[in-house]
């Protein structure tokens, strides 16, 4: 979570990013934050495909186009499954190459054997979202981080 605070400080992005894990409520945080960081309210430079029925021809595609007067495209990809399959071999081909394109990629479970999650680990930025425990969340409040404190 580090780097991903730090790269929204800095504006400085990793092509591609895999958000994943059992924590629902820093998944959508961390979503939002680099959608607004890299992109802004530009919506046409902008793609968002939810749930596992999402074709990876289409995402492929846009990922193809090049952005509308603009610098940057931003797709986002949430529970796609891409990373349970195994024959997902274009998608990775396509992460390996992208130039103006961002993709971040959220999903619940992986497997780190997928060629998908490979191309994204070695091309760009893997973030864990576990659940916080308490003295975690007591630590993170006190510093005055953006995390709330979510403590009963």
């Not at 409520?25 to 919506?43: E, N, P, S, V, W």
């Not at 499954?81 to 396509?94: C, N, P, Q, S, V």
């Not at 780190?112 to 490979?118: D, E, H, I, L, M």
Request: proline share 3%; charged share 35%.
């Amino acid at each position: 979570m580090k780097t991903l605070n730090d790269n929204i400080k800095k504006g400085e992005y990793q092509k591609v990013y895999l958000i994943y894990g059992e924590e629902e409520y820093l998944k959508k945080q961390y979503k939002d934050r680099m959608k607004q960081a890299i992109i802004g309210d530009d919506t046409i430079n902008y793609s968002y495909f939810e749930g596992d029925n999402t074709k990876p021809e289409d995402v492929i595609t846009i990922c193809e186009t090049i952005p509308f007067f603009s610098e940057r495209r931003l797709v986002i990809v949430s529970d796609s499954g891409y990373f349970e399959e195994r024959l997902i071999d274009k998608m990775a081909r396509t992460i390996l190459r992208t130039a103006d394109i961002y993709i971040i990629f959220i999903e619940k479970d992986v497997d780190k054997r997928n060629k998908v999650y490979k191309a994204v680990s070695s091309n760009g930025y893997v973030c864990e979202m576990q659940y916080q425990t308490p003295a975690t969340l007591k630590r993170v409040d006190s510093r005055n981080d953006r995390l709330p404190m979510i403590i009963k």
